[in-house]
Every structure is written in structure tokens, then in C-alpha cells.
């Protein structure tokens, strides 16, 4: 029985092993390791009078993670990113106007820079910066009375910050999941008619991804 319990414990100790020089190839040989990155936003806009991440967006693009010491990496990417809002639920704002269909769509091109801990290169855990610049934005709204505005009066502001958090962990071979939180430091716009939403109004979204690393 003990001898089959310590050929057990070498097995897994041989495999636990083989996995983590599988792993460390990432940064074995080079200190930059890149690779492909699609997935998708669950996102909303705080500062609007809806809550939940009800709208889907695309968060695609490229990766680069750079060693910057044992078990730490810096990380870029470049994304196009799409976040917004989507509420087509019955909403009373304090004036007294009821919004019936409201929606945002933000198409923005992402640069975050993160820094990041991974163990034997199965996990990443990080978090960073990242700047949009929006590239193009529509938004509609429907009133109970016909009350609308005009989103041109309005727009929204061509730079986003954003504070990002997450982790990834290992699936196979150079395939990874991403999770990720972020939400933005400034405004994204300030200027609306506090009739149809609030004062200020800020990105917060949900970013769920599959990651491909290059060997």
C-alpha cells in the first residue's frame, strides 16, 4: 500500500512538473511572449437611469507580455473595444419623465497596459490603465410622451480612462480564459439634460475573453 501511495505521489509530482516546464516556455527562452485576444463586453453606463450589463459588445485584438522579473510581466494590448448601454425596460427619472427604450453605442479603440503576476504560467493575475479613443457613438432613447433630445448636442468625449483588474488562467496549451473589471476614472460625458439621465455618466463593464500566447 505504501509503495503504491509514494509511485502515486511521484506521478503527480512528474506531471505537476512537465506542466510547469510546459508553462515556463513562455518566458524559458525570450522575455516577450504575444498573442491573440477575442471575446466579448458586458457593459453599462453609470450616470444613465438603468442599471445592469445588459449591453454585449466585442473585445477583440493583440497582446504582448513582456518579463519583467521572476514571476512579474508587464502587459499591452490593442483592442477594439465596445461598450455602452441597453434598457428597454420602463424607467422614471426624478423629473418625472418615463424613458421606455434607451440605448448607447461606444466603439472605441483600447490601448491597457497592465502589470501582472503569473505562478508556473498557468494563472495571470493583474491590473493597469487603459485608454480609449472613441471612434464612433449613436444613442437613442424612447419617452412615454415623445420627449427626445438630440445626441449630437451631447457628445460624448473622445478619450476614456478606464482603471482594469482581472486574471487568466490556463485551458491548453497556449489557450487561456480572461476575465476582466473595468470602469472609467473621468467622465465619459457630463453635459445631458438631467431630464434624460444624470450629471455625469461613466463606463463600467465586464470583459470575458479567450486569450491565445504564442510558444
Given at each position: 500500500m505504501m509503495r503504491r501511495l509514494f509511485i502515486f505521489c511521484l506521478l503527480l509530482l512528474a506531471a505537476k512538473a512537465a506542466s510547469a516546464q510546459e508553462d515556463l516556455a513562455l518566458f524559458e527562452n525570450h522575455k516577450f511572449c504575444g498573442g491573440l485576444i477575442a471575446g466579448g463586453n458586458f457593459a453599462q453606463v453609470d450616470g444613465d437611469y438603468y442599471a445592469g450589463y445588459h449591453k454585449v459588445g466585442m473585445n477583440a485584438g493583440g497582446v504582448v507580455y513582456t518579463k519583467l522579473h521572476d514571476h512579474l510581466a508587464a502587459g499591452l494590448e490593442i483592442l477594439y473595444s465596445q461598450k455602452g448601454s441597453n434598457g428597454n425596460t420602463t424607467a422614471e427619472t426624478p423629473s418625472g419623465l418615463i424613458i421606455t427604450n434607451y440605448g448607447i453605442n461606444l466603439n472605441y479603440a483600447e490601448v491597457?497596459?497592465?502589470?501582472?503576476?503569473?505562478?508556473?504560467?498557468?494563472?495571470?493575475?493583474?491590473?493597469?490603465?487603459?485608454?480609449?479613443?472613441?471612434?464612433?457613438?449613436?444613442?437613442?432613447?424612447?419617452?412615454?410622451?415623445?420627449?427626445?433630445?438630440?445626441?449630437?448636442?451631447?457628445?460624448?468625449k473622445k478619450t476614456d480612462l478606464n482603471l482594469v483588474a482581472g486574471g487568466s488562467e490556463h485551458l491548453y496549451k497556449g489557450l487561456y480564459v480572461n476575465v476582466r473589471f473595468q470602469y472609467s476614472l473621468l467622465s465619459i460625458r457630463d453635459n445631458i439634460p438631467q431630464s434624460f439621465a444624470r450629471s455625469a455618466q461613466y463606463n463600467n463593464l465586464w470583459v470575458i475573453r479567450l486569450m491565445y500566447l504564442f510558444m
Amino acid at each position: 500500500m505504501m509503495r503504491r501511495l509514494f509511485i502515486f505521489c511521484l506521478l503527480l509530482l512528474a506531471a505537476k512538473a512537465a506542466s510547469a516546464q510546459e508553462d515556463l516556455a513562455l518566458f524559458e527562452n525570450h522575455k516577450f511572449c504575444g498573442g491573440l485576444i477575442a471575446g466579448g463586453n458586458f457593459a453599462q453606463v453609470d450616470g444613465d437611469y438603468y442599471a445592469g450589463y445588459h449591453k454585449v459588445g466585442m473585445n477583440a485584438g493583440g497582446v504582448v507580455y513582456t518579463k519583467l522579473h521572476d514571476h512579474l510581466a508587464a502587459g499591452l494590448e490593442i483592442l477594439y473595444s465596445q461598450k455602452g448601454s441597453n434598457g428597454n425596460t420602463t424607467a422614471e427619472t426624478p423629473s418625472g419623465l418615463i424613458i421606455t427604450n434607451y440605448g448607447i453605442n461606444l466603439n472605441y479603440a483600447e490601448v491597457p497596459v497592465t502589470i501582472n503576476y503569473y505562478d508556473d504560467g498557468r494563472t495571470f493575475l493583474g491590473g493597469g490603465l487603459s485608454m480609449s479613443w472613441l471612434g464612433t457613438s449613436s444613442e437613442h432613447i424612447t419617452t412615454a410622451t415623445g420627449q427626445s433630445f438630440d445626441p449630437s448636442q451631447y457628445p460624448f468625449k473622445k478619450t476614456d480612462l478606464n482603471l482594469v483588474a482581472g486574471g487568466s488562467e490556463h485551458l491548453y496549451k497556449g489557450l487561456y480564459v480572461n476575465v476582466r473589471f473595468q470602469y472609467s476614472l473621468l467622465s465619459i460625458r457630463d453635459n445631458i439634460p438631467q431630464s434624460f439621465a444624470r450629471s455625469a455618466q461613466y463606463n463600467n463593464l465586464w470583459v470575458i475573453r479567450l486569450m491565445y500566447l504564442f510558444m
